[in-house]
């Protein structure tokens, strides 16, 4: 069993920054931890994730101005987001892959993230 705990969303004008953290517990080793986003009646879109060994994809709309890290060491993963847009307005949850063949099978209750124009 693995818990996720979201910290670091908040309330900022367009063009400023966040940084987001997502740590893990009950299991040492997780294959990929992801970030997704959902917005008021929209559906939930994948925003990026990394790997154990720090492989990483972003979505499209993301890339460039959001960054992906992890430290293995504290199990925690971090979404550096900046340049933020209205657009990026939502409830930003992270999920875990435990291993390599498993889906996303842990999901984090999730941070807002609100973004002022």
């Known amino acids: 069993q693995v818990q996720l705990a979201e910290s670091g969303g908040g309330l900022v004008q367009a063009g400023g920054s966040l940084r987001l953290s997502c740590a893990a517990s009950?299991?040492?080793?997780?294959?990929?931890t992801g970030w997704f986003r959902q917005a008021p009646g929209k559906e939930r879109e994948f925003v990026a994730a990394?790997?154990?060994?720090?492989?990483?994809d972003y979505s499209d709309s993301v890339k460039g101005r959001f960054t992906i890290s992890r430290d293995n060491a504290k199990n925690t993963v971090y979404l550096q987001m900046n340049s933020l847009k209205p657009e990026d307005t939502a409830v930003y949850h992270c999920?875990?892959?435990?291993?390599?063949?498993?889906?996303?099978?842990?999901w984090g209750q999730g941070t807002q993230v609100t973004v002022s124009s």
């Open positions: 009950g299991r040492t080793y997780i294959y990929r």
């Open positions: 999920a875990a892959q435990p291993a390599v063949g498993n889906d996303y099978d842990y």
């Open positions: 990394i790997t154990w060994g720090g492989r990483i």
